[in-house]
């Protein structure tokens, strides 16, 4: 089955992987809706026809060994919770 590739930031400290890209992976499947060889050009209504993509594949390009700018926020907030002052 056809499927994206999604190259990105992986943070080894809390294991998020953040997308920077995508591409397009082609099975050339006669019988994948997405594919360029796909045998029904337009309006396929063929049962046997695989209508779904595969799972998109992560393809860490960049790894990092801080946490992610999510994760950071989060335990500083934890830390030092805001505190709001009352109006009068």
């Known amino acids: 089955m056809c499927h994206n590739i ?6 080894t400290e809390c294991g998020h992987f953040i997308a920077m890209s995508t591409k397009f992976q082609d099975c050339l499947r006669q019988n994948c809706l997405f594919s360029t060889r796909h045998v029904h050009p337009t309006a396929c209504k063929s049962q046997s026809c695989i209508r779904l993509m595969a799972l998109p594949t992560k393809n860490p390009i ?14 500083r907030d934890e830390v030092a919770p805001m505190v709001r002052v009352g109006m009068r």
């Open 6 to 11: 999604i190259d990105g930031r992986y943070h």
């Open 62 to 75: 960049r790894i990092s060994p801080s946490k992610c700018g999510d994760c950071n926020l989060k335990t």
